[in-house]
């Protein structure tokens, strides 16, 4: 009982403070170096932003977690089969604050995931609008920015993915790391776009150097590069049942 009495007297004594929150922050942690001093320390964290991931548009966030939103309009891959289209609920009430009309929001939100000649939308509202990647994209350290300005207030690390275009080079990628370091983050995690097979995320932006032949199911790549062709979906094979030592199996080729 006298535990817990003595940490609600703790924090009756910091909500009472006056002053910005990096005051009220310092003196917080100024009270648990003199508990530490008193009791001691372990190796545990105290305070942690935890995971979230492309889970929290199904729970009705914009974002997932402390960075810009990966595209003002998101496509992602189901797991059964399939993509939905996510908008950024933010964009309407942003448009309105701003003091646009329901007439503009409709022109702005559309499939492009970003806001470049979008009808009646002023250039110096643009950066509003700035995601994590696509045409108008803000800088990876951008994001880490963003991580070093809460890092402060966390004992431990912040779940957070800095997303790097796919022009990213290894240079890039290490400067990104050391910046980093030198901003006190604990902890980093960096995406490169397109690096996987399978992207659960994307902005449905399609590539331009890249012409997709829908009748020959082909894609044909920009001049002097190899062609690829799709095999059909239907093709002959040949399939051979065998047995090694009891054990059997079937092998298939398709031709």
Same mark, same amino acid.
């Given at each position: ?35 530490? %001093? ?26 997932? /977690? ?9 496509? #992602? #891959? ?27 929001? %409709? ?58 275009? %796919? ?14 370091? #030198?901003?006190?983050? #604990? ?16 902005? /449905? ?51």
């Amino acid at each position: 009982m006298r535990k817990h009495a003595a940490a609600n007297d703790n924090v009756r004594t910091i909500t009472s403070l006056d002053g910005d929150v990096l005051k009220v922050a310092n003196k917080a942690w100024e009270q648990c170096l003199k508990l530490g %001093e008193k009791s001691g320390w372990r190796n545990a964290q105290a305070s942690v932003l935890a995971p979230t991931g492309t889970i929290g548009f199904m729970m009705d966030c914009d974002t997932t /977690g402390i960075e810009p939103d990966f595209s003002l309009v998101k496509f #992602k #891959k189901l797991v059964g089969g399939g993509s939905m289209q996510i908008v950024n609920q933010t964009i309407p009430q942003a448009l309105r604050r701003l003091g646009y009309t329901d007439e503009t929001n %409709e022109a702005i939100i559309g499939s492009n995931g970003h806001v470049i000649d979008a009808p009646g939308l002023k250039l110096e509202h643009y950066a509003v609008f700035d995601t994590a990647m696509g045409v108008r994209s803000i800088t990876p350290l951008g994001h880490v920015r963003m991580m070093a300005a809460v890092q402060p207030f966390i004992s431990g690390a912040i779940s957070k993915t800095v997303n790097m275009p %796919e022009s990213a080079t290894i240079d890039e990628v290490e400067d990104t790391y050391f910046q980093a370091w #030198k901003m006190g983050i #604990k902890a980093l995690a960096i995406y490169r776009d397109n690096c996987k097979v399978g992207q659960p995320l994307s902005d /449905g932006a399609k590539k331009v150097d890249e012409i997709v032949d829908a009748a020959a199911g082909a894609i044909i790549a920009i001049a002097g590069q190899p062609i690829r062709r799709r095999l059909p979906k239907s093709r002959p094979s040949r399939t051979t049942s065998f047995s090694v030592a009891g054990a059997e199996g079937y092998m298939t080729a398709g031709s």
